[in-house]
């Protein structure tokens, strides 16, 4: 258990740290010649996918490479992980993130972290926008549903092909949410990864949506593979009328 835990204490804090630096590297405004946030949306979406993809391949065989409240959820709302153990896999994955959001506010100049008019910073907090809270958590659901139903497809359906290689289509799942939501909901799909740099700028305005929407999203997600897929009936041989007659 400690072993697991600290695979994704380190595991989240690595993913959080590289998101979070690529928003403050891509985001800043008052860097010359530095594009819109908007048009940097793109850059930030891969490095939080490759960072989850390059991260699963190095604790999926110590802690299963959840690094995220929500996956943990679908696996303990379907029986696949004890609550003891959940507890734990979530305090470790909180703290994981939010020790790197302290790291980057120790280390880079105010101008990364100020909180600005919107109340969001460009160090990776994150904000609703052009829409309204209930709007964000409905588009939470559906790309946490999408990151999570791509896990449970690809690295806990024994039946699929993906095997070892389950953590590119997860890391792809991410970079998709991010593309598709970043700019609308703030692209969270991960509780961990929106309330370490949340705590570290004391940013908190709207932050239960990247709870309420990504937890319904993953359990949703769980529960529908679980019992759609996973308890499919074995497939039945054909057998022919000979068959029967001869035994054949």
């Not at 092909?161 to 909901?185: H, R």
């Not at 709870?211 to 769980?222: D, K, Q, R, S, T």
């Not at 308890?231 to 068959?243: G, H, Y």
Request: proline share 6%; aromatic share 12%; net charge negative.
């Amino acid at each position: 258990m400690i072993r697991c835990a600290f695979a994704e204490f380190i595991g989240v804090f690595l993913f959080v740290f590289t998101g979070c630096a690529a928003c403050a590297s891509c985001c800043l405004k008052e860097v010359p010649g530095g594009a819109p946030i908007d048009a940097n949306l793109g850059p930030i979406a891969f490095a939080f996918g490759l960072a989850i993809m390059v991260l699963v391949f190095a604790t999926a065989d110590i802690s299963g490479g959840h690094l995220n409240p929500a996956v943990s959820f679908s696996f303990v709302i379907t029986g696949k992980m004890e609550p003891v153990k959940f507890v734990v896999y979530v305090f470790s994955q909180c703290l994981g993130a939010i020790c790197a959001g302290y790291f980057l506010v120790g280390i880079l100049p105010d101008d990364y972290h100020h909180i600005d008019k919107t109340h969001a910073t460009v160090l990776g907090t994150q904000a609703v926008t052009n829409i309204t809270l209930p709007q964000a958590v409905l588009i939470e659901i559906v790309t946490t549903f999408t990151l999570v139903f791509t896990v449970w497809a690809n690295a806990v359906d024994e039946n699929q092909p993906a095997g070892k290689m389950a953590p590119i289509p997860i890391g792809f799942a991410v970079i998709l949410g991010i593309i598709a939501s970043g700019n609308l909901s703030g692209g969270s799909m991960n509780p961990a990864r929106s309330i370490g740099p949340a705590v570290a700028t004391q940013t908190f305005d709207g932050q239960w949506v990247y709870w309420v929407g990504p937890m319904l999203g993953a359990a949703l997600a769980g529960l529908l593979y679980k019992y759609a897929f996973l308890s499919r009936p074995q497939e039945v041989k054909e057998t022919t009328f000979a068959d029967e007659i001869f035994g054949a």
